[in-house]
Each structure stands twice: as structure tokens, then as C-alpha cells.
């Protein structure tokens, strides 16, 4: 873990969506300086699964050793942000520090995504960070240290991050471009940055601090350890989505806070910076990472955003003036499919059925397979003993999903990560995401018979 120095005291920070997850790590490493926080965000009452309000956020950070101004402030109403600005004034005398945390997240395609969801996502993610940065501004210019930090990711523009859920990215790098006309335009008066996780956070559908979400976390939808580069980010909204046992796989919200720590100990003169929060901290002589792992030694999911498969980044963002430049990998003749090793893998899955988990599951998979021993296919883990067969089951499925029969027995075998395959296009899920990552649990379970 990265130390405190006192470089924080007295300072006004100012962070939306602080009430839990990312942004409330970040406030407690700074009230831990003595730093003054204000919490921007819209829970006031407490969530009937996510833990945390303005009000318990601030009470932990006045005894972490800060100050705290908690306001019930929702990024999409500018009047509300503009009163909190004008209270943290009244109560600190300025800002020093803004935290653009609060996110919105839906992972689904164009056609899926009600206009709705669309204008959530645009006017939390977009529109609330360029709302609340315009507030913040001028006072911000008056400020020693004067730093801008968005919560989003490098400006990646691999259609591979957009085709699955473009709505979505759209909206994540809107907050991107704020930073790379803001750090341009206030150079010399204030540092706008960048920080993303290298693990993630799929932040959901509801609207966390880039805590996934989940659904986020929904995008929590398969992340396994196939990009051991990559990690997620653990917060309630995961578990709740996931499920219990996904956090194993992700790394605490400690270590945004501690490289977001780093980024407002620099100067006005860093700026313009896309930031992955493990190589800061390594940068600053942090060697070992299990510190920040809910379960050491254990294999991390991958975040968004960030290329490792398929398509390798040959240069890599370093200021805001740079994007990465993209080569992809040839292609590789795809295997030829083995003949009836879909309804072999089904004639395990069966054996390996129990009312156990049938009680966990509670959910009718429908697999529509293309290639030899192909067709549609389906797991009913819904009724008594479970039940697998050829055809479309007898209820509605839960969840769709659409694959060739090689990736499918690769798969439930353990050879092909349903993180990689959703991200690459080559599965393609509809239907409950969070049923859609209970069955990765069933086929690691599977892992070893197949």
C-alpha cells in the first residue's frame, strides 16, 4: 500500500458518486491526510443491496481524520451541482481537487438499449462530468494544486470495445475527451487526468462509481484470468450482480486510491495523462500487488478498454495527444469442429447435475450452436435434477447464447475463456447477463471431466 504524507491537509476535494466503491476509497485516502471532502452524490437513503450513503461515507471520513460535506447532488441536475459547489465553498473556502467518479453503465448493443438507458448513460457519464468540471472551475484555477481527475479510460478506438455496447462507450469517452480538450485548455492553471483500472470494475446498469455497476458489472460477465494483465476492481455492486465467490477474482478499490493518491501529489504540469492505476504505482517503487487482491495469488478478471487479445497495442497513450495505434493479429484458420463433442459435453453436464445446483442456478440456458453437431441446444437448471437435450426447452430460456460448437466445447472445457469469447464477438449473449455469469461457475466446475 502507498503511505500518506500529509500533502492533502486542508485541501478541498470534491468527488461525485463518493458515497461507496471507488470514489469513497479515494475520499478516505485523502481524509486520511486531513483533507477536506466533499461528497457529491445522489444516495441518501440506503440501497436495499448496496451498502453506503452520504451520510455513512461521511462519518467514515471524519474518522479516518477529515472533514466532510456530505450533498445529495444527482450529476444530471446542474442546480444541484451548482449548490454543492457553492456550499463547499461557503464551508472550506474552495476547491482544490475534482473527482469526476460518478458512471452509469447498460453493456448492450444498439438495438437492445432503450433510449432511456441511452440518455442515463450520456447525461451522468458525458454531460454530468462537464457540468460538474465547468462548476469546479473557477475555483479550481485559484487553487496551488488544482487537479481534474476522471474516472475513465484511455481513448482506445478498437471497434472491438464499441460493437458490443456502443451506447456505452460513447458515453465512458465522452469523459475521455473532456479530459483531452480540458487539460489543453487549462494548461498551466489545472491538471485534467485520466485514471482507469487495469483490472476493472465493469461499474451496472444502475449507476455506481464506475464500481461497475455491474450489470457491470454485468460486465463482470465473464472475467476470468485468460489477460492476467488485466484486473476488476471489487465493489458491492459486483457482488451483487456476480454473485458471491467473483470477488476472489478482482483486486480492492485500494488501489485507485492510492494511484489516484499519486496523480494529485504531481504537479499542474501533469496533465493531459491516460492513466492505468498499476503502472503509476509502480512508477512509484510499489512492487507487490497482492496487497490490493481480495485473494492473493488468485487469478484477476480483465477491465475494458485496455488491449491484450485479440488485437495487440504497439503504442501505448502516454499524454493526451496520443492514441494507440492498432495491429492486428493474422488470422488463424479456425479448428475444424469434433464431431459430436457437443452431445458429449451435454452427457457430462448431465451426469454432473444435482439438485444443489439446480437450487443455485435457477435459470434455462438455450445455446444455438453453429457447425457439425450444431443446432439449438439447452440446460434447464430450473426444474427438479436439472435436464439437458437437443431442441429448444420446454419454458422460455433466461438467457441466449450464440457460439460455434468448437468455442462451446472449448469453453465448458476450460480451453477458451467466455471473457475472451464475448469480447472477441464470438459469443454473443441476450438475456439475463447475471444468470449469464452464473453458468461460467458451472463450467469451471466442469473443467476438470471435460
Known sequence: MLPNTGKLAGCTVFITGASRGIGKAIALKAAKDGANIVIAAKTAQAHPKLAGTIYTAAEEIKAAGGKALPCVVDVRDEQQISSAVEKAVEKFGGIDILVNNASAISLTNTLETPTKKVDLMMNINTRGTYLTSKACIPYLKKSKIAHILNLSPPLNLNPLWFKQHCAYTIAKYGMSMCVLGMAEEFKGEIAVN?????????????????????????????????????????????????????????????????????????????????????????????????????????????????????????????????????????????????????????????????????????????????????????????????????????????????????????????????????????????????????????????????
Open 194 to 450: 485520466a485514471l482507469w483500472p487495469k483490472t476493472d470494475f465493469l461499474e451496472s446498469d444502475i449507476h455506481c462509481s464506475e464500481a461497475k455497476m455491474r450489470v457491470k458489472k454485468l460486465l463482470l460477465q465473464y472475467f476470468s484470468n485468460y489477460m492476467s494483465r488485466l484486473i476488476a476492481i471489487y465493489t458491492a455492486a459486483m457482488d451483487m450482480l456476480g454473485g458471491s465467490g467473483i470477488e476472489s477474482q478482482c483486486r480492492k478499490v485500494d488501489i485507485m486510491a492510492d494511484a489516484a493518491y499519486c496523480i494529485f501529489k504531481k504537479p499542474k504540469s501533469f496533465t493531459g495523462n491516460f492513466i492505468i492505476d498499476e503502472n503509476i504505482l509502480k512508477e512509484e517503487g510499489i512492487k507487490n500487488f497482492d496487497v490490493y487482491a481480495v485473494t492473493p495469488g488468485h487469478p484477476l478478471l480483465p477491465d475494458f478498454f485496455l488491449d491484450e487479445q485479440p488485437v495487440t497495442v504497439t503504442k501505448e497513450p502516454a499524454t493526451h495527444g496520443a492514441l494507440p495505434e492498432l495491429k492486428e493479429k493474422e488470422a488463424q484458420p479456425p479448428p475444424k469442429p469434433r464431431s459430436g463433442a457437443v452431445e458429449g459435453t451435454f452427457r457430462i453436464v448431465k451426469d454432473s447435475l444435482s439438485d444443489d445446483i439446480v437450487k443455485a442456478t435457477q435459470a434455462i440456458y438455450q445455446f444455438e450452436l453453429s457447425g457439425e453437431d450444431g443446432g439449438t441446444w439447452f440446460l434447464d437448471l430450473k426444474s427438479k435434477g436439472g435436464n439437458v437435450g437437443h431442441g429448444e426447452p420446454s419454458d422460455r430460456a433466461d438467457v441466449v447464447m450464440s457460439m460455434s460448437t468448437d468455442d462451446f466445447v472449448k469453453m465448458f472445457s476450460g480451453k477458451l475463456k467466455p471473457t475472451i469469447a464475448f469480447m472477441s464477438g464470438r459469443l454473443k449473449i441476450k438475456g439475463n447477463m447475471a444468470l449469464a455469469i452464473k453458468l461460467e461457475k458451472l463450467m469451471n466446475q466442469m473443467n476438470a471431466r471435460l
